[in-house]
């Protein structure tokens, strides 16, 4: 299953990271935590007058002494001043990751996972289903060509010590947008318990640092999984 997949993908990558010395938790510069931003939501359901308490209420707003229990969507009313406004509160559909000299966005859906080690720094970004996304930024001296071969080569071995049995035309060049241009990569595709598999490997810079990023979906969940990429590749600076 796409879990193996993952296992396997994080096996050849923390290779790399352990390189470059031993694995500490993350910090964001300064010692503050990555921003996030909010970014469209649909607003829906019956509003929720102050004061009342009902099933799927997630939080409380207090304003001028009056408590307000609301749910996420949801308008409600509030009177200030002698006027009444529509309020609605809205949980956030898009997060922002902003940390390590990078910056994108991601579907809140998905789970951010952050490792840092000596001249590296690893960035997950996965899904319930398959839809997986890892970053490395090394702001030690790494060769892009040299390391975009060592992963190509290092996850198709890995993968193949799985059982995995690799498509005639993996290893064929993928373009992706990426810090606002096209930038060409390489596509793996491959099979591995019954489910066909889909890795994408890209190498760039920026500055002084050294950027991989790591794509990877099952064929099942591709419409869905492609959606989210795009969200992160798009927004990636």
Not at 134 to 139: A, F, N
Not at 158 to 179: A, I, N, W, Y
Request: glycine share 8%; charged share 25%; net charge negative.
């Amino acid at each position: 299953m796409w879990a193996n997949a993952r296992l396997a993908i994080c096996a050849v990558l923390g290779l790399f990271a352990a390189a470059c010395g031993p694995a500490k938790p993350a910090e964001s510069p300064g010692g503050a935590s990555p921003t996030v931003a909010v970014a469209e939501a649909e607003p829906s359901g019956d509003p929720i007058g102050p004061d009342v308490t009902s099933p799927g209420d997630q939080f409380e707003l207090s304003i001028g002494g009056k408590v307000y229990s609301v749910a996420d969507g949801k308008p409600f009313e509030v009177q200030l001043g002698g006027e009444r406004f529509e309020a609605t509160i809205r949980s956030k559909q898009v997060l922002q990751y902003q940390a390590n000299g990078i910056s994108f966005r991601y579907p809140k859906e998905m789970t951010l996972e952050e490792e840092r080690s000596t001249g590296v720094s690893n960035i997950t970004v996965e899904a319930a289903d398959s839809t997986f996304l890892m970053l490395q930024v090394y702001s030690v001296d790494v060769d892009p060509k040299a390391l975009s071969q060592s992963l190509v080569d290092g996850i198709e071995k890995e993968m193949r010590s799985r059982g995995g049995q690799f498509h005639p035309d993996s290893g064929t060049t993928v373009t992706r947008r990426l810090r606002g241009e096209n930038v060409e990569g390489t596509r793996l595709e491959f099979t591995l318990a019954k489910e066909s598999m889909r890795t994408e490997i890209f190498v760039l810079r920026k500055n002084k640092l050294t950027i991989s990023v790591l794509i990877q979906r099952s064929d099942d969940d591709a419409i869905m999984a492609e959606r989210r990429f795009k969200v992160i590749t798009d927004s990636l600076r």
